[in-house]
């Protein structure tokens, strides 16, 4: 599963790299398909109710 991962990550980064994208859309790219635990970054924004860690992971990637 995590060579899985890998390889999609470099395909966003190829992906991007060939469109000419600006700095600003690949960080968008690489925090939106950045893990957590194995888990999509996504999947944590969509529970605001959880307290703890992850809350303070998710406020430090907002500020960046």
Same mark, same amino acid.
């Given at each position: 599963?995590?060579?899985?991962?890998?390889?999609? /990550?470099?395909?966003?980064? !190829?992906?991007?790299? !060939? %469109?000419?994208?600006?700095?600003?859309?690949?960080?968008?790219?690489?925090?939106?398909?950045? /893990?957590?635990?194995?888990?999509?970054?996504? /999947?944590?924004? %969509? %529970?605001?109710?959880?307290?703890?860690?992850?809350?303070?992971?998710? %406020?430090?990637?907002?500020?960046?």
């Amino acid at each position: 599963m995590q060579s899985d991962y890998q390889e999609t /990550t470099w395909d966003i980064i !190829v992906l991007a790299s !060939v %469109r000419g994208a600006s700095s600003l859309t690949f960080i968008f790219l690489a925090l939106q398909f950045n /893990t957590l635990k194995g888990k999509p970054f996504d /999947t944590y924004q %969509r %529970r605001p109710q959880e307290r703890g860690p992850k809350k303070a992971i998710l %406020r430090s990637h907002k500020i960046l």
